[in-house]
């Protein structure tokens, strides 16, 4: 009913035009073309061939330990989580995170023990859950703060007083999210496109249920796929410097019969040097900009930096790895699986992974 | 054992009680006043009433012949022509304050049959006596279970509302409990829901297990207060409160019968709780349409609407209700459930609210794309019966609401290009059909690219499967137009009614680019089939919409088929193609001229030279071949060497596509010849060219069907010339 307002207000230009629709029998304009001018289809991946940043920064080393608590920073760097896009939180309010945790338990509560009916109030269920905001991981204003979620409990043959311990913990997140995008979401959504979810498959799916019928959004599966494996191997290699890398392990599989599967480890030392011999050529060619430079890197490095790690191994085993698929990607500073789980063992790089992360899921948006 | 002979006693006297009652309706008034006045003195059962209503108390029962007597005729009444109001409360009362003690209970409530409504006081009364006297706990089961049964008859509820918290003090009673949570489950509104009942509820549930008749009334709280209690039934419950209606059944039905009132129906309550999340499913569970549930976290409302009351979609069950509360209906929790219920469909076509719609959007979207597109196990193979109907469903709710949605539109523009041309076709070309207005700047990289591509690799089937569906989408198109383009003056862009900023101009831009773009396709597509007379058929139907858009929608646009079209038409074999031809370009002609009219009187628009001289041109050829028989001249669009004429060695080839000599009318002509000189051995068809015959001919073609020909012919050619070789007189502008 407010429509008319609404339009008012993101599109004072044709005012008049919004009275007169207001009379007289209203074309319901959401159904309208993904195309309109007003729409944020505009941003819809097949009408803008939306594509990963073919440049970004490099992984900033931040000092983030100040700004995050660091209680909610060990567990997001414990885990390894399993990933999943998530379309805008309809009516989700950061202030009523007490209220979902009751509401949230005692949904869990009522689907684990069908037939029985469960009270949110004050319930005395055997699984406890907490909502909380993780502070400062926000990177600009459009940015949704992110939400931890944990689910604690007893084990079966706990003790009396034994204290109940996590078995489950989950984050939802938006890291640099694409302005435009988040804009033209109207009041009333919240966009946290990226979750992730570590515990077993019966609780996510719980808590997944939960949060669609609550906030009527959808959760499907998502894969980082070759591009941002690529890209994660680069950064990572790129950080070697400040710390240590350990090893490059690459795990791709050859499409033959009988399947082969390929571990690729590569010594950090090497696939620094490699990495900087593609980055020096880059480097040369803009003197003047070269701070700039040095920050930015470009996908074309990334993919000269794949090409020489594959034709070395080429030279050696005379097999080429552009015909098989990238599946995982491991460093010390963390582990990314085509699967969509990611592991990441060092907080000084959380936010610029994440923020990657978030680009993947934005780009799975139906709308 | 009493009521049984009761009941066929009654059942004896029935058909006498009848024939007497409807010969008394036919007997003067005068009479029947006279009758009513005796009656009420002396009507044994008014006095049986007054009986039961002064009765003292303690009177003993047994031995009690008045009593007896008197109960009798109550229950003879009862079971023939059912109870008055006054006679229920009166018996009610009678039974309830134990009077003569709880012997004569049951029987009393066991005739309790209502010849037309129950009054509302009695019911509250029998309550209230339900907590004073000591009434055995059956008895007090049955009372309950008469309250079920003749609750639809109850007059009003509303007392009966107002005592909820006494009726909910029973729920303690082991015994009552089950009837007690349905009365309850019947009476229940939303602000009968409260913390404390449920907790009292949820008390028992731990007392008594897990009981259906506890999940159902816990259920409905759910969907008025989401918020305070939650749970999930599982799949193999029984849906719904068994009836009680077994000890008055029959006499009920009978009464009713005989009373010509509806058999009470809703004594049986449906349930719509779905279960979900079950495991099997899990994989594909993005198709599934979430069921319709109330919303939990309503604070952001509330203040809102506070002051109305809301009533959640789930608490519909027809259409009368849902226009009751067309002002106050609150939307479910999950948008994609409105997919689901027909009724819901109706409130989506009058819902504004742009996030409810764009809810809705990222919900289907989501389950396009999942399906679709990210389906990477080839899930879209082994589920497509679910998928069948999850996109019949949505056709479905397309057709409803007479558009598509923006999501499956944006979901279209991508699956295109990646489609085979052959998973569930008619699915998407349908909705492929209700794709709104695309900007002529974009329309050729959405949908051109990707559907000529698929056009040229595809069967025939797809092919004529595709103009039919680029048809439909500009007969909505078009329509579209014509709905706004009346409101408006046709000058005025069209944003008013939706944000496609879109002009007259770029609307007809648009409609040009589709319309030049099937003309493409067809020229192609006709050649490659070598004109199959399926595909030609198709692309007819699409050119029989496109020549009337200045009269019939009024869009001052009129473009010409290209000769790739034209010419296979009008030397198509079959007369029905040609006929068709005759009958596009007259209508081609009224618009034509009715355009030129109007073009004269406001200026407003303007149609191009070029297209009247492209008009012109087929229509000057179309009459030259089929009626002047000057087939292969200079200056037509077929054009054929003088030589190569002359090597193929068909006599008088100018001939040769004539009404009589074309292919598709040969036997026509062949036909007429034998009725017109049925002696004649010596076939000569170029006989039926002189000046009467071929007035007969063309009268026997036209008899035969051919109106468009007729029609054509009637605009385009003046007969008064000499006939042997009449003179097309076309239109010249």
């Not at chain 1, 690729?264 to 620094?272: E, F, G, I, K, L």
């Not at chain 2, 060497?641 to 000599?661: A, M, N, R």
Request: charged share 20%; hydrophobic share 40%; aromatic share 10%.
């Amino acid at each position: 009913m407010e429509s008319p307002q609404n339009s008012v207000a993101r599109t004072p230009s044709n005012s008049a035009i919004v009275q007169r629709r207001s009379k007289s029998k209203s074309y319901r304009q959401s159904y309208r073309s993904c195309l309109g001018a007003a729409s944020r289809l505009g941003l819809t991946p097949g009408l803008t061939a939306r594509r990963l940043n073919s440049s970004r920064r490099a992984l900033k080393s931040q000092v983030i330990t100040e700004k995050v608590n660091p209680e909610h920073l060990a567990i997001l760097v414990k885990a390894e989580w399993q990933l999943s896009y998530v379309t805008p939180l309809y009516q989700f309010r950061h202030t009523q995170l007490k209220s979902y945790s009751r509401q949230l338990s005692a949904f869990i509560a009522a689907e684990k023990q069908q037939g029985l009916a469960v009270e949110v109030e004050g319930s005395q269920s055997s699984f406890r859950v907490s909502f909380s905001v993780v502070q400062g991981m926000a990177e600009t204003d459009d940015d949704a703060e992110t939400v931890l979620i944990q689910i604690f409990s007893k084990p079966m043959f706990a003790k009396q007083d034994e204290p109940q311990r996590s078995v489950w913990s989950g984050w939802l997140t938006c890291i640099n999210g694409n302005p435009d995008y988040l804009h033209s979401l109207p009041k009333g959504f919240t966009c946290l496109p990226l979750f992730g979810s570590s515990g077993a498959e019966v609780l996510t799916s719980l808590v997944k249920s939960w949060f669609q019928q609550t906030f009527d959004c959808c959760f499907g599966c998502l894969e980082i796929n070759q591009t941002s494996l690529q890209w994660l191997a680069a950064l990572w290699t790129n950080c070697h410097t400040e710390s240590s890398l350990k090893h490059l392990k690459m795990i791709w599989t050859i499409p033959v019969v009988p399947p082969l599967q390929v571990t690729y480890t590569v010594d950090p030392q090497d696939a620094w040097e490699l990495w900087m011999s593609v980055r020096m050529d880059q480097l040369d060619k803009s003197e003047e900009e070269e701070e700039e430079q040095a920050r930015n890197i470009d996908i074309e490095e990334v993919t000269r930096f794949m090409q020489g790690l594959k034709s070395h191994f080429y030279r050696h085993f005379r097999l080429d790895l552009s015909a098989g698929n990238l599946q995982q990607v491991s460093t010390a500073l963390g582990s990314a699986k085509f699967s969509g789980k990611i592991k990441i063992s060092s907080s000084r790089y959380i936010i610029t992974t994440l923020a990657l992360l978030t680009e993947c899921a934005l780009l799975k948006m139906p709308i | 054992m009493a009521a049984t002979i009761n009941l066929s006693d009654s059942e004896r006297s029935s058909p006498n009680d009848q024939s007497v009652s409807s010969r008394s309706s036919n007997r003067s008034l005068r009479v029947a006043e006279k009758e009513r006045r005796k009656n009420e003195a002396e009507d044994p059962f008014v006095l049986a009433l007054k009986y039961f209503t002064d009765v003292e108390a303690g009177t003993p029962v047994y031995g009690n012949d008045d009593f007896e007597r008197n109960l009798v005729l109550v229950e003879k009444v009862a079971y023939s022509k059912g109870l008055s109001p006054e006679a229920i409360s009166v018996m009610l009362e009678f039974a309830m304050s134990l009077r003569m003690g709880s012997s004569p209970c049951v029987r009393v409530l066991k005739c309790l049959i209502p010849a037309t409504v129950v009054p509302q006081e009695a019911v509250v009364r029998a309550v209230v006596w339900l907590g004073v006297g000591k009434i055995p706990i059956s008895t007090q089961v049955l009372f309950i279970k008469w309250v079920l049964t003749v609750f639809d008859m109850i007059d009003t509820k509303d007392q009966l509302r107002a005592v909820y918290g006494f009726i909910f003090s029973y729920v303690t009673e082991e015994n009552l409990c089950p009837f007690i949570c349905h009365l309850l489950y019947l009476l229940t509104r939303k602000e009968s829901v409260r913390v404390f009942r449920v907790r009292k509820l949820l008390e028992l549930q731990s007392k008594l297990g897990r009981q259906p008749f506890l999940l159902h009334l816990l259920s409905l709280y759910k969907v008025f207060c989401p918020e305070l209690v939650t749970l999930s039934i599982p799949s193999r419950m029984r849906s719904g409160f068994r009836n009680h209606i077994s000890p008055w059944k029959s006499a009920l039905i009978a009464v009713q019968k005989r009373n010509g009132l509806q058999v009470a129906s809703s004594m049986s309550l449906a349930f719509t709780i779905k279960d979900k999340t079950n495991s099997r499913k899990r994989k594909h569970c993005h198709l599934e349409v979430p069921a319709l549930r109330s919303v939990v976290n309503k604070e952001a409302q509330t203040e809102k609407c506070s002051s109305r009351k809301v009533v959640p979609l789930v608490q519909l069950h027809s259409f009368a209700q849902l226009l009751e509360n067309m002002h106050h209906i609150e939307l479910p929790a999950q948008m994609g459930s409105l997919l689901g219920s027909s009724l819901a469909l109706q409130y989506l076509d009058c819902v504004q609210d742009e996030s409810a719609l764009l809810r809705l959007n990222f919900w289907l979207g989501y389950a396009l794309h999942e399906e679709f597109l990210f389906c990477g196990d080839g899930g879209a193979i082994q589920n497509s019966e679910d998928a069948l109907q999850f996109l019949n469903k949505l056709l479905s709710a397309h057709h409803f609401l007479q558009e598509g949605f923006s999501s499956s539109e944006a979901f279209l523009y991508k699956f295109l290009n990646v489609w085979d041309g052959s998973l569930l076709r008619p699915q998407i070309l349908g909705l492929l059909s209700n794709i709104p207005v695309v900007p002529s700047s974009q329309i050729g990289r959405l949908l051109f690219e990707p559907l000529t591509q698929l056009f040229f690799t595809s069967s025939l089937f797809f092919k004529c499967g595709l103009v039919e569906c680029l048809n439909n989408m500009l007969l909505k198109w078009l329509t579209w137009h014509s709905v706004y383009a009346l409101e408006d003056d046709l000058d005025i862009s069209l944003n008013s009614h939706t944000s496609i900023n879109m002009t007259l101009s770029g609307f007809k831009d648009s409609v040009m680019e589709l319309v030049n773009f099937v003309g493409q396709l067809a020229s192609v597509g006709l050649q490659i089939e070598g004109c199959q007379s399926l595909l030609l058929s198709f692309v007819l139907d699409f050119y029989e919409t496109v020549c009337d858009t200045f009269l019939k929608y009024g869009l001052p646009l009129v473009v010409m088929p290209p000769s790739g079209v034209f010419y296979p038409a009008l030397f198509a074999l079959d007369p029905v193609s040609v006929d068709r031809l005759a009958y596009i370009m007259h209508r081609y002609k009224v618009n034509l001229t009715s355009a030129k009219a109007q073009e004269k009187l406001t200026k407003a628009f303007h149609i191009s030279r070029q297209t009247f001289h492209e008009f012109n041109h087929y229509v000057v050829d179309m009459v030259s071949c089929l009626w002047n028989s000057k087939m292969f001249q200079p200056g037509m669009g077929v054009q054929l060497g003088e030589e190569l004429l002359l090597k193929s060695k068909v006599p008088q080839y100018w001939t040769s596509f004539d009404l009589i000599h074309h292919p598709a009318f040969m036997s026509y002509a062949v036909d007429f010849h034998q009725k017109c000189w049925p002696g004649k051995k010596d076939m000569d068809l170029s006989s039926i060219k002189h000046s009467k015959p071929w007035s007969w001919y063309l009268e026997y073609l036209f008899t035969q069907g051919y109106d468009g020909l007729k029609q054509f012919v009637q605009s385009n050619i003046s007969r008064q010339l000499t006939a042997s070789d009449g003179q097309g007189d076309t239109q010249q502008r």
